[in-house]
């Protein structure tokens, strides 16, 4: 009995997993999209200062021996192009 009701389920699963084509669309009816009622996205600067003053970015925060690497390397590049 149980066997019957697996079998069963396999080959329901199977039936869904034939591909099929998507159906054309209606060239004699175009698609007009309907305007939405949410309002426009207002852009705003980042503050960069603000995210890691108050810790919430974690990955802003530079260790000492970082940047004193970074200031040593930029230092001997300006010395190679002078």
Request: with cysteine; aromatic share 10%.
């Amino acid at each position: 009995m149980e066997q019957l009701i697996e079998e069963e389920e396999i080959r329901l699963l199977r039936k869904e997993m034939i591909p099929r084509a998507q159906l054309m669309p209606f060239f004699d009816r175009p698609f007009f999209p309907q305007r939405s009622n949410r309002p426009l996205t207002v852009p705003r600067e980042p503050s960069f200062m603000s995210m890691m003053s108050s810790g919430k970015c974690s990955s802003c925060i530079i260790p000492n021996s970082q940047l004193y690497s970074f200031q040593q390397s930029r230092h001997t590049l300006k010395a190679i192009y002078k």
